[in-house]
Antibody, heavy 117, light 107 residues
Framework: EVQLVESGGGLVQPGRSLKLSCAASGFTFSDYNMAWVRQAPTKGLEWVAS????????HYGDSVKGRFTISRDNAKSTLYLQMDSLRSEDTATYYC??????????WGQGTLVTVSS | NTVMTQSPTSMFTSVGDRVTMSCKASQNVGINVGWYQQKTGQSPKRLIYWASNRDTGVPDRFTGSGSGTDFTLTISNMQAEDPAIYYC?????????FGSGTKLEIK
């Protein structure tokens, strides 16, 4: 069974950093492109970043470019999102997702990040 | 960036109704579109990929269609478990972009 389990969310002050993790199981992690998608409270879905199966290609949304870094450790079957210079507008539930047939089929349950002083 | 415009923003419907919602892309995205259903408190669930392919286990009352800039999700026979927010997503070019969603409610 495919499982994606996010962790690392919490309350953080503006300007500080936080690193999210997504532990994958039930499939060969290194075979799949992965992504982070977020959802601010009561708002819609926003694609944040994606990474190729080998880790060599990354892409970012305009709102996080230069502040967030997506990475992966295929030996540990884990996806990461390093978030720096956090802003109040980064407050959201962050989902990791696996790319299948173009878009994202498997999603984690999400981890909540709250940026507030 | 490709903007995905969904309409209507919300709609009320009755069990048994045929429901149609739209997603319009600001530029040609081919068939690089997926549709998602998100119920309150849950992660999104993909229903449709490559614009018209139904995911395994998705009831056949859900149908996706379209190509280029105009896409449609149709629910042929609304059921009590279908109220949710429905999103389209284009993956033709980066940054990937979601529509703002259509909230579907039962009258």
């Amino acid at each position: 069974e495919v499982q994606l389990v996010e962790s690392g969310g919490g309350l953080v002050q503006p300007g500080r950093s936080l690193k999210l993790s997504c532990a994958a199981s039930g499939f060969t992690f290194s075979d799949y492109n992965m992504a982070w998608v977020r959802q601010a409270p009561t708002k819609g879905l926003e694609w944040v970043a994606s990474i190729s199966y080998g880790g060599s290609n990354t892409h970012y949304g305009d709102s996080v470019k230069g502040r967030f870094t997506i990475s992966r450790d295929n030996a540990k079957s884990t996806l990461y999102l390093q978030m720096d210079s956090l802003r109040s507008e980064d407050t959201a539930t962050y989902y990791c997702a696996r790319r299948d047939d173009g878009t994202y089929y498997y999603w984690g349950q999400g981890t909540l990040v709250t940026v507030s002083s | 960036n490709t903007v995905m415009t969904q309409s209507p923003t919300s709609m009320f419907t009755s069990v048994g109704d045929r429901v149609t919602m739209s997603c319009k892309a600001s530029q040609n995205v081919g068939i690089n579109v997926g549709w998602y259903q998100q119920k309150t408190g849950q992660s999104p669930k993909r229903l449709i990929y490559w614009a018209s392919n139904r995911d395994t286990g998705v009831p056949d009352r859900f149908t996706g269609s379209g190509s280029g800039t105009d896409f449609t999700l149709t629910i042929s026979n609304m059921q009590a478990e279908d109220p949710a927010i429905y999103y389209c997503l284009q993956h033709n070019s980066y940054p990937l972009t979601f529509g703002s969603g259509t909230k579907l409610e039962i009258k």
